[in-house]
């Protein structure tokens, strides 16, 4: 197993490094945009570009940078080093349950107490967050956030940049369009369309 390196240094970063310590990986530090504020307790290697002095082959990355819907620091980071020929680490918390032949493409972040049932599909930098439910048959695209607590019904799509709310329900057989936001809590029974935030039980649409 490569040793890792960690790109970013906040919260998300935190939660990925304790999964990297209990996995027993190799962390050589993580790296950020500024020295301040050092909240992990590990070495600050420098900035992006810090990375660059180690041989893509030497070493595996894990995208410790959070998913915002505001800003897309967590997809762009993961874009630049993959261009420059780097690998990301998928990464499964020792807790959570992964049912046989779920497929999990690379940089897949599964968090503490998640459950993913058979036939399910994860694709490239997608976190699924802590205690996430996700039934059987669902297909997630890049780039999504399945937040804290949220669950799935079976046969539910996901399209990339998608964020899904912490504790949100999708009922079974859903599609939930590219680069749309779903609140926390809300319940979805219908099909939300492309770049849309939808919320509430059940969820509507709203402006952006
Ligand atoms: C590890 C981690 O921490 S991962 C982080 C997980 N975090 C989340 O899942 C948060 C997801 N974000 C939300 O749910 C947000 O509230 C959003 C994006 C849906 C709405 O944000 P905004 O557009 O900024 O809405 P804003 O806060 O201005 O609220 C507008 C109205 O919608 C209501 N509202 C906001 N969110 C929700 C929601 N999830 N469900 C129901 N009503 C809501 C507000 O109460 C407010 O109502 P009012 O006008 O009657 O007072």
Known sequence: ML????????????????VLSLLNIQVLGYVT???APPSLPFVRIGDDEAVLHYPASSIALVNGIGFHPEH?????AYSTFKD???????????????????????GVQIMAGAILQPGT??????????????????????????????LLCGGVTVQQDAYIGAGATIIQGIRIHEKSLIGAGSVVVRE????????GVPAREVTK
């Open 121 to 150: 599909h994860i694709e490239e930098n997608t976190i699924v967050n802590t205690r996430a439910s996700v039934d059987h048959d669902c297909r997630i695209g890049p780039h999504v956030h399945l937040a804290p607590g949220s």
């Open 192 to 199: 939300v369309r492309p770049h849309t935030k939808v919320y």
């Open 72 to 76: 897309e620091r967590r997809k762009k």
């Open 84 to 106: 420059k020929g780097y690998s990301f680490l998928s990464i499964v918390h020792p807790s959570a349950v992964v049912a046989e032949g779920v497929h999990l493409s690379e």
């Open 33 to 35: 945009p500024d020295a």
């Open 3 to 18: 040793p890792v390196i960690l790109i970013g240094g906040g919260g998300h970063a935190k939660v990925c490094m304790d």
